[in-house]
């Protein structure tokens, strides 16, 4: 089978994103952000996944990290739709638990060209490193919209806010690792015959 593959460029007077993924990788990443914990959540996305993963973005970070993330989610989102083509042979479901010391966390999701996002956790703290806290439901609103995914995530429990959201992309990872998989046994994974 031959590799699933997109290159993705998005461009506006707030953002500039350049990106690579092939969905058959090893799980190699080359991120910058110029957002140092975003960059750190992708790159565990991308090892966690097994998706190889290039972006170079930059933003308006003298206003805020917003358009940043919010526009790398939705190019990510792009490239994986494309990447992913028909859905031919893919498992389509992915579920994961990821604990991280006193934090459970809990992704899933359906690869089902229905796009659906249902995010349930809470944060204490505004920022963690530069990135606002509450730019982790954006991004994953923004994938999930672009790649045509059912997304559920879930923080069960836990205190320390980097804990969560680092658990939260690591589990992410694991449920799309799950879901993209693909056998020339399972055809297309829905009785319509398509998805």
């Known amino acids: 089978m031959v590799d699933r593959y997109s290159k993705k460029e998005r461009i506006t007077k707030e953002t500039s994103v350049e990106l690579e993924i092939n969905l058959d990788g090893s799980g190699k990443s080359e991120v910058n952000t110029q957002?140092?914990?975003?960059?750190?959540?992708?790159?565990?996305?991308?090892?966690?996944?097994?998706?190889?993963?290039?972006?170079?973005?930059?933003?308006?970070?003298e206003v805020c990290d917003h358009h940043t993330v919010e526009d790398v989610g939705i190019t990510l989102g792009e490239a994986f739709k494309e990447a992913i083509g028909n859905k031919e042979g893919i498992n389509r479901y992915g579920t994961f638990y990821v604990p991280m010391d006193e934090t459970l966390a809990l992704v899933s999701l359906d690869i089902s060209n229905r796009p659906f996002l249902v995010f349930d956790c809470d944060f204490k703290r505004e920022m963690v490193g530069e990135m606002a806290t509450e730019m982790v439901v954006e991004f994953f609103r923004a994938f999930a919209f672009n790649a045509g995914i059912t997304?559920?995530?879930?923080?069960?429990?836990?205190?320390?806010?980097?804990?969560?959201?680092?658990?939260?992309?690591?589990?992410?990872?694991?449920?799309?690792?799950?879901?993209?998989?693909?056998?020339?046994?399972?055809?297309?994974?829905?009785?319509?015959?398509?998805?």
């Not at 957002?35 to 970070?61: C, Y």
């Open 35 to 61: 957002i140092g914990f975003f960059d750190h959540m992708l790159t565990l996305f991308s090892f966690h996944s097994k998706i190889d993963l290039k972006i170079k973005a930059k933003g308006d970070l």
């Open 151 to 195: 997304l559920h995530l879930k923080v069960l429990y836990g205190e320390n806010d980097h804990h969560k959201i680092e658990a939260l992309f690591k589990a992410f990872g694991r449920a799309l690792k799950e879901a993209k998989f693909r056998s020339e046994e399972n055809g297309i994974p829905s009785t319509k015959g398509s998805l």
